[in-house]
């Protein structure tokens, strides 16, 4: 063997040691939740509201509010966010500013979730009146995916060929026929994927809607925009940090946890699925 | 051939573009320098040079697809039935319908071999039924694809051969019923069976269309075309009809390319 083959070697089994190593963690984890959670699963955990002080029933307030505030916050963000992608990427004009757009929308990615709530709560909620509720949460966690959304469907229109615009514009169709024909048709699989991925991790989100809305304990399911909610990763939060007897309720917070995830992890799936149907059909 | 030197009483001749004094600048990098020319009408005009020479610059002026480019400058004047292509009166969309043109690389869109042809005619507003299947076939039929792909109008275009997916690409540019036809080095990807038979298809056009080609291919002008341009450094150094280019250029560089000796 020598010197080249067995630098090689190493590195190969290097990485893929350290591939194993991050493989094993998220196994665990998997592993833990599961085992400690799976056993208080059952139909009546996921459409019972939680009794006798959260130490007994379900979760369904949570989930119905994880729901109604994830719904809420991709009607939001997923129109607002694509619209701007396609302006940045296909009318404004490349220069100074955009680059500055561009740099500070990816930096905004990057700010804590925490900044975002702390924002909502002071802007939304007490500036504009809205209270804390369903709304605000909705609209803190849509601003706060805004990045995401804009970024995945900048890199999903830059994905479209020229020379599909170049042919187009080429026959005379205007701009916006070509990207409305053109354009847009080939890069919604990309963009799809970005909102769901968004959506997957605004549902997993807690910092902002403690701030804004999510309640902890509610005996009726929120009916208006105004209303507050209750949400799962907030009462994960609560039955694992904030409960009175916090080792009786442990396995409901393991329930809590399994489902938060596998919700988490099936929109995920569903949207490399997806894209992997798309990216079949797709020709060029 | 008419070059600018020639006599200038334009408007009744059979001219389709008058070019005059064109400069084009890529940011501070000039593409084209001067370049005075009249291109005739019901001829086929090749535009031959080497790499980098500007003919595929000059070609993407005359529709203006080169406005695409935020960085390009451009003075001087280009007409197009003697309207000046620059001035704010200029309609894009009229003018990209009446001057088709075919790109390098086969560009099918990601549609069915039906819905590419019919793409610029439903742009520009036609819309029956009955209306777009008559130009369809009409387009295939001149695009000599007919035969080959009407069993099968609604596969994607895609699925089709690259020189099936140029001839394609041609067939919808004719439905737009344009009058020129730009082709950008439109057989530089093909094999050489695909290539004769688009220029088989270039000389059956060159009745009913004005076509200017870009090919880097001397055989390929020599063969399809009846007037050529020469440009080397962004300049128009000769143009006359393919046969006195080819067989008593005036300038030497004309001659050093055609003989081979550079490019």
């Given amino acids: ?284 | 051939m008419q070059t600018n030197n020639n006599n200038n009483n334009n408007n009744n001749n059979n001219n389709v573009f008058e070019v005059e004094n064109l400069n084009l600048w890529y940011g501070k990098t000039q593409a084209l320098k001067d370049v005075s020319v009249k291109i005739e009408g019901r001829k086929v005009t090749a535009i031959i040079g080497p790499s980098g020479c500007g003919k595929s610059t000059f070609l993407k002026v005359l529709n203006r697809l080169i406005s695409l480019i935020p960085s390009v400058k451009i003075s001087g004047s280009v007409q197009f039935h003697g309207k000046d292509i620059f001035s704010d009166g200029i309609n894009l969309v009229n003018l990209r319908a009446l001057v088709g043109m075919v790109f390098q690389k086969p560009n099918p869109f990601p549609k069915s071999i039906f819905d590419n042809v019919a793409f610029g005619p439903r742009i520009h507003g036609k819309k029956t039924k009955s209306e777009l299947a008559d130009l369809v076939e009409n387009s295939l039929k001149k695009a000599a694809l007919w035969e080959e792909v009407k069993d099968r109008l609604h596969e994607p275009g895609v699925s089709l051969s690259g020189g099936q997916q140029q001839r394609l690409c041609i067939a919808r540019a004719l439905a737009n019923e344009p009058e020129v036809i730009l082709m950008d080095e439109p057989t530089s990807a093909l094999d050489p069976s695909a290539t004769l038979k688009i220029e088989d298809l270039v000389r059956s056009l060159r009745e009913q269309y004005h076509i200017i080609v870009v090919t880097h291919n001397m055989q390929q002008a020599g063969r399809v075309s009846d007037n050529t341009l020469f440009f080397l450094n962004g300049e128009l150094i000769e143009a006359d009809t393919t046969e006195k280019i080819f067989t008593n250029p005036k300038d030497k560089r004309t001659e050093d390319y055609i003989t081979g000796r550079f490019g």
Avoid: C
């Fill in chain 1, 1 to 284: 063997m020598n010197k080249k083959d067995r630098q090689q070697a190493i590195w190969f089994t290097v990485s893929g040691f350290f591939m194993l190593m991050t493989l094993a963690v998220l196994a665990a984890i998997l592993y833990s939740i599961f085992k400690s959670g799976a056993a208080v699963i059952s139909w009546e955990f996921l459409v019972d509201a939680p009794r006798r002080n959260m130490t007994a029933g379900g979760i369904m307030p949570a989930l119905v509010g994880t729901f109604y505030v994830s719904s809420l916050t991709v009607l939001i963000a997923v129109p607002l966010g694509i619209t701007s992608a396609i302006y940045l990427n296909e009318y404004a004009r490349q220069g100074t500013i955009v680059r500055i757009i561009r740099l500070s929308i990816r930096n905004l990615s990057g700010v804590p979730s925490i900044v975002y709530g702390l924002f909502g709560l002071g802007l939304l909620a007490a500036t504009f009146r809205l209270g804390t509720s369903l709304l605000t949460s909705a609209l803190t966690l849509a601003i706060m995916s805004l990045p995401w959304v804009i970024t995945a469907s900048e890199e999903a229109l830059k994905a479209v060929p020229a020379s599909f615009r170049e042919g187009g514009l080429a026959l005379g169709a205007t701009k916006w026929q070509t990207i409305r024909q053109l354009v847009l048709p080939n890069a919604v699989p990309g963009m799809a994927t970005g909102s769901i991925l968004a959506l997957a991790r605004a549902a997993g989100e807690t910092a902002p809607i403690i701030l804004t809305g999510a309640a902890f304990f509610l005996p009726n399911l929120p009916t208006a925009l105004s209303d507050r909610f209750m949400a799962l990763p907030y009462h994960l939060f609560i039955l694992s940090t904030q409960h009175t007897q916090i080792e009786r309720v442990r396995p409901l917070a393991y329930g809590t946890a399994l489902v938060l995830v596998a919700l988490v992890l099936l929109l995920n799936m569903a949207a490399i699925i997806w894209r992997y149907q798309m990216r079949k059909k797709q020709t060029w």
